[in-house]
């Protein structure tokens, strides 16, 4: 992490990239990080936040520093039913809002001060993540992320997770689905060439090619969605020998920070869940959890998340050394159209 922050001063020039932090949901801390009573302190979004779980499984999120002298609650807190105590003196706070209600040592009958509170976060709890709403003018949320209804019944089971830090723009992350040319540049040479772009066209690699196709489109109904639609075949001297390598898929980018790809393929279906949220500037978290239906042997499963990690760090090496260009020189082929159509898109996303 330390690293990575480095390399973004020395190397780069963030200066005229859009604003770090664009509005919307954002998977702050995975389900299965958080049991009941539990209290995480979490850094994103420029902030540091407390996430706790308090009574019926409810999960509240608010800005980690109490309103008295500043003590962090995410560190020694404690849940008392679905609120939080501070460390350093005591103050409870509510999760629901936010407001101190009690001061352990105030005078009895004393109003608490209207000004004894922290910020909290709207909060969703679905597809393995805990979602937080941010707006940088403190607006209600627009829109919701939905539910993936054969994650939430546990028609599909979760068999994985990869957890990656990346130096680059969040937009960006968002802009490599819809450089069509990247795909058979990066993601085309052999899974086993693995992730270091120096090495991937080592002959003895080169009998196994991943054939990649894709398109980008708006959602019509739902304006803060993104579809990216593709298609993979593994070619071995030129031939398509092994189908259950093939797949499909349609990955919903749904806000700036959500995307969730279902795919099918001969050997299975599921879902990749991936989460990008900025811990500060252009650091990001990326989580993904991948679930497939309950007849797909583990091995495979293992397999499609290893070769979509091998494809995550290729786009990591990419990301960590470039720098954002406002102004790129996009050719008017289909492969760069995507990259103008989404900038217009995930403009939507920024309010200052
Ligand atoms: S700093 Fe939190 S109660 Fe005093």
Redesign the pocket.
Known sequence: MEKITRQMKVNKDWESAPPPYPSGWYGILESMCLRAGEIRNINCLGQSLVVYRGERDCVYVLDAF??????N?GVGGKVIHNGIS??????LYSGEDGRCFQIPYGQSGSRIPMNACVKAYPTLEMNGFIYIWHHSNNRPPAWQPEAIDEVQLKKWTYRGRSEHYVNVHIQEFHEQGTDLYHLTQVYGPSMFAKSDLRFLSKWWLKFMFHDWHGAWSRDQERPHVGILKQTHKLLLFGGNYFPFMDFEAEAEQIGPGIVNMRFSSPSGSGVLVQSIVPIKNTIQRLVQHIYFDKSTPTFIAKLFLYHQSIRTERDIMIWNNKKYLNHPILIGTQADAGIKDLRRWYSQFYDD
Do not use: A, Q, T
């Open positions: 109490c309103s008295h002298l500043g003590g609650m501070c460390p350093y003196h005591g103050w």
